[in-house]
């Protein structure tokens, strides 16, 4: 029933960019603290960025001025747009949401390679 499903990753070269969705259905989208997270190949996953219900945003530093996270109640969807893109954001990139429960999509693979 409750689903986040994600979008929008693949291989990209250093300094392009890529915007990440995450469709969510099945739960309050409008009510949730929508956030991105992502993991590198042998780290820990990470917090990335974050939007709450009315809209204010946060960033982790390294992707601050870079990327831009937004949500469109409408169609339950949220993005992240990410810009100059370099080898070290290479990651699989977790859309979650978070408020009476907690989901976690799938991930989507996000390679910036020359």
């Known amino acids: 029933q409750v689903r986040l499903v994600e979008s929008g990753g693949g291989l990209v070269q250093p300094g392009g960019s890529l915007r990440l969705s995450c469709r969510a259905s099945g739960f309050a989208f409008s009510s949730y603290v929508m956030r991105w997270h992502r993991q590198a190949p042998g780290k820990e996953r990470e917090f990335v960025a974050s939007i709450s219900s009315g809209g204010s945003t946060y960033y982790t530093d390294s992707v601050k001025g870079r990327f831009t996270i937004s949500r469109d109640v409408a169609k339950n969807t949220a993005y992240l747009q990410m810009n100059s893109l370099k080898p070290e954001d290479t990651a699989v990139y977790y859309c979650?949401?978070?408020?009476?429960?907690?989901?976690w999509g799938q991930g989507t693979q996000v390679t910036v390679s020359s």
């Open positions: 979650n949401a978070i408020g009476n429960n907690l989901y």
